[in-house]
């Protein structure tokens, strides 16, 4: 049971809190069939499960609208799911087979959607900055009013390449939201022996980028912050930093000793900010859904997530021919 958790009076309606809540919930079941899939050897490669992390994105896909883009890290499920791509083909990819929005050969943690505007899913850590620049700065040149979500660990905030992109994006105004999910890790290192100040939401007062703190087991908190950025970058006032404080449940990836922390730390930040059981306080308290309701949008969920765990297994491999098609060259 989780502890009871106070918070400041809001205006969402009961309707918008059992969004977040479906929203945050599939996430969570999806990820969790993720890893037992991975268990059962249907997932081979890397697979790094954004469980206890689901506020984040689901806060800041409130606060986004239609047309706006997001580019993150490896730990990418919960960022498609949110911005509405396909539970089926995120999944098949998962498990490498033909209907997996890579056809199968790009795994975890390469899938794209143009039509949803997800950019990636990127192994490489903090090369995804520079990139969402980029989409930003493309999105300037056209005037359109978008803004870019990009995302990245505390950790990748210590890579020189997101000190240029800072520097370009300030210089330039773009329209460009540095996301940090601060997970407190990276790998199995810890903020504190990685990082030199604790506080990286300031790493852009060098350049002239406003910043601020968010309590990312708060999904509404996360929200109310990404509405500020992004009404920031659409007047035209340049990037906005936002570093969202979070915790990752399980280990950095499916491979993970677990030895850099303890279980009751683990355990202690699930029962206690939990940012879903959170929702379903929220949501009981204010009489918007009662307890067997939600159950009911469980079983839903449960049943969306079977269903693409079945189409994962079901979809054949991809064919020999396809080794040479998609190549850039
Ligand atoms: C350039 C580069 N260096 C090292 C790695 C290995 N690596 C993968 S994830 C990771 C830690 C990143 O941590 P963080 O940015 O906090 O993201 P999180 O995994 O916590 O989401 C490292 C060092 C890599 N993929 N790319
Ligand atoms: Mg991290």
Redesign the pocket.
Known sequence: MAAKRTTKKTNVSGDELKQYYYDMLMIRRFEEKAGQLYGMGLIGGFC?LYIGQEAVVVGLEAAAEEGDKRVT???DHGHMLACGMDPNGVMAELTGREGGYSKGKGGSMHMFSKEKHFYGGH????AQVPIGAGLAFADKYKDNGRVTFTY?????ANQGQVYETFNMAALWDLPVIFVI?N?Q???GTAQKRSTSTPDIYTRGTAFGIPGEAVDGMDVLAVKDAGERAVAHCRKGKGPYILEVKTY?YRG?SMSDPAKYRTREEVQKMREERDAIDHVRQMLLDGKHASEDELKALDKDIKAIVNASADFAKESPLPAVEELWTDIYA
């Open positions: 790094h890290s490896y730990r192994g490489i850590v903090a990245f660990g505390d950790g990748a999910e997970n890790y990276a790998m990752r950095h």
